[in-house]
């Protein structure tokens, strides 16, 4: 597709619409990425969304931003159905009860899956993968390795699911809540959107050379 629009210089834009959540980017040939969050009051599989089309949802999604002062329209102007890469809704896994049973142990998002809203699937997977490691390589046990493993997880990625849940929900606010939220998000960002207090979500650490004590490690739940 050729929408003239200008590169984003490798920064990915996100729009609230009228309607719906739009994200794009656009590299320096013109050529655009893009995402769009479309609500809907019942989940929709992967099936489902699918049996629809590419041709209804192209119109579905021209209408949905056709009122919006963004580059959604002009992008979906140059869109062609067979463009399209059609999935389900946006799924979290809140809280998985049991993390581990006798030798086998989940991890990723077969224990913590997460709205892509929050943008840490992937990270939050390796962390998890490398305490795993360093709890099997300092515990006497499966057994012990696997439950120090979920105590040393499960509080940091449940918190950051419950973060990605609030965020997907935001993007299908009401008419009320839209204009509440479009009216406090300035200063919202302003007070919010500062590294200190993000540090805890995207500049975590882990020393992996630190022995894994699992005395010193308190149940999170």
Known sequence: MGPKLASTNGSMNMSYGKRAFFAYGVDQQGQAGWFANVPSKKPLTVGQARAIGGDEWLRILRELYAQDRTAAPEILRHVRPADLVIVGALEDLPTVPTWSRGAMVLVGDSAHATSPSSGQGASIAVESAIQLARCLRDLPT???????YERLRRARVERIIAGGARTSSEKAAGPVARVFRDLTMPTVMKLMAKPE????????????DAPVDESAILPTR
């Not at 499966?142 to 120090?148: D, L, T």
């Not at 995207?202 to 020393?207: A, E, G, K, T």
């Open 197 to 208: 207090r993000m540090a805890w979500q995207v500049d975590y650490r882990i020393d992996f």
């Open 142 to 148: 499966a057994e012990a390795a696997f439950g120090a």
